[in-house]
Structures are given as C-alpha cells and as structure tokens.
C-alpha cells in the first residue's frame, strides 16, 4: 500500500474516532505529498526517498515552529506543533541510535579512507547519501566532526 493510500485510511479512522489533532497532523501529511507530486519535473508516482523526504521537511518545521514558540512562552502553539510531529513521526523509518551512527561513520571513514577534516566533504555526501531518513543531518555532521577533527 503506497503511503498516500496509507494516511487516506488513517484520516478515514481519526476522522471516525474524533481524534482532532491527529487528523489535523495526518491532513498535513496528505497536502504536503499532494503538493510535491505536482510540482514541475515530478512523476505521478513519488518514490519512496521523495516521501521520506517530505515527511523529514515536516517534522523539521514542525520542530522550528515548536522552539519558536516555546522561546516566546506560547504554549498552546508549542503544543499544537509537537502533537503534528508525534503524528508525523511513526510514517518515518526508524531512526538510528547515536551509537549506531558513530559505527557506520567510523566504518564509513577507513573503507575511504578519509584521514582529516579536509575529509569531511566525502564523508558527508556519501553519509547523507546511505543514511537518508535514517539519521538527523546535523548529528551526523556533529559525529563527522568529532571523528576527524
């Protein structure tokens, strides 16, 4: 089952439970891969990597707008925010651990054998490359970091 196939059933269901805020989480879901599968250059049918990457775009929003309005005390926003990503979440794949990631990154470093920070261009496209929707870009680079530098 394609995943716009999946969040229609899923809205069918929230919809018949009441359920609010996972509609309202689920409905953004449903527009964003609307919206991408008619942008200019896309094919009828998203991939698999195109919908994990929305999906990370969402939950990256979501995640701004929540610091945002943590930062400015509003909480009836914050929470709103972090309900949409909680609903978001699951639809992505696993997440790997921070120890999983060193592992793969230490791995990745001596079979390319990179040696410096100078490096850390090629660790990181093909890092980014292999763990897309896997891990956070940001800690991958903070783990770049600190195993070359």
């Known amino acids: 089952m ?5 969040i229609d ?4 269901l929230a919809m018949l439970a009441k359920q609010a805020d996972r509609l309202r989480g689920l409905r953004a879901i449903k527009s964003a891969l609307l919206l991408a599968r008619t942008e200019k250059g896309a094919t009828e049918e998203l991939t698999p990597e195109t ?3 929305v999906l990370q775009k969402l939950v990256k929003q979501r995640k701004e707008s929540a610091d945002i309005y943590k930062a400015q005390n509003r909480d009836d926003l914050y929470q709103v925010e972090v309900a949409e990503m909680l ?3 699951p639809y992505l794949p696993q997440q790997m651990t921070r ?3 060193e592992g793969y990154l230490q791995e990745l470093i001596s079979r390319i054998g990179a040696t410096s920070i100078q490096d850390m261009g090629r660790v990181m496209g093909m890092a980014n490359k292999e763990l897309a929707g896997k891990a956070d870009g940001k800690a991958i680079a903070e783990i770049v970091k600190q195993l070359l530098g």
């Not at 394609?2 to 999946?6: K, T, V």
């Not at 059933?9 to 069918?12: A, E, F, T, V, Y």
């Open 2 to 6: 394609s995943l716009i196939a999946q």
């Open 9 to 12: 059933q899923d809205i069918k």
């Open 51 to 53: 919908e994990i990457k």
């Open 87 to 89: 609903v978001i979440e």
């Open 99 to 101: 120890f999983e990631i």
